[in-house]
């Protein structure tokens, strides 16, 4: 079956620092791998995917992520993190098998400390 | 903005009742996906119809019911309504298949008392 984990629900990260939010999934198909940012009150937005390709995808406001298919990981990476990248994020999967779905995770709330 | 419109904004309905939520897609988009949020269960996958036809179904209630309507908008229906199906209730939209990314809209705030 399809699925998602973020294993920490938490992320503290220092303004200016390096921030890391991480993902990793399960499949039965070649993955498709996406994330998403929420902020308050608000719907989820687009970030960046992962289809094919270079293994690492660069999206919105300077994040990136690395696609690790023997890790079978896609964590969520910026250099320098902005008190404004304060959000709930969240990675989701789909697949060349079930196509049409969407799995999301749990989420991973980052805060940026000024 | 995302382009995908949802309809109300917030809703607050007694427990027994039945609510409609609507959602427009965005232009061009088929699949319309319907999702619930809840701080205890994260997101929840419901249903997805892909031009007109239902295409997945997660973990939908059999008091909820959705479908979509020729000009693609949908309508995701709640009845006998209980105190644990407050929630945000998230629309999205894509142009098709699992490859594309789905747009979300600003989500209908359900409140059942």
């Known amino acids: 079956a399809q699925s998602v984990a973020q294993p920490e629900d938490q992320v503290n990260v220092a303004e200016g620092n390096p921030l890391t939010v991480k993902c990793t999934y399960s499949?039965?198909?070649?993955?498709?791998l996406f994330w998403y940012v929420q902020y308050p009150n608000r719907g989820l937005q687009f970030l960046l995917k992962?289809?094919?390709?270079?293994?690492l995808v660069k999206g919105s406001y300077g994040f990136e992520a690395e696609f690790n298919k023997s890790q079978t990981s896609f964590h969520l990476k910026k250099p320098s993190a902005l008190v404004s990248d304060s959000a709930l994020y969240f990675c989701a999967v789909s697949d060349t098998n079930t196509g049409n779905q969407f799995y999301f995770g749990t989420g991973t709330s980052l805060t940026v400390i000024p | 903005d995302s382009g995908v419109t949802q309809t109300p904004k917030h809703l607050i309905t007694a427990t027994g009742q039945r609510v409609t939520l609507r959602c427009s897609p965005r232009s061009g988009d088929l699949s319309v996906y319907w999702y619930q949020q809840s701080l205890d269960q994260g997101l929840q996958f419901l249903i997805q119809?892909?031009?007109?036809?239902?295409?997945a179904k997660g973990n939908i209630l059999e008091r909820f019911s959705a479908q979509q309507f020729p000009d693609l908008h949908s309508e995701l229906n709640l009845s006998s309504l209980e105190l644990g199906d407050s929630a945000l209730y998230f629309c999205?939209?894509?142009?098709?298949?699992?490859?594309?990314?789905?747009?979300f809209g600003q989500g209908t705030r359900l409140t059942v008392v």
């Open positions: 119809y892909y031009n007109g036809e239902e295409r």
């Open positions: 999205a939209s894509s142009p098709g298949w699992g490859n594309t990314e789905a747009f």
């Open positions: 992962y289809i094919t390709g270079d293994n």
């Open positions: 499949v039965s198909g070649n993955p498709y």
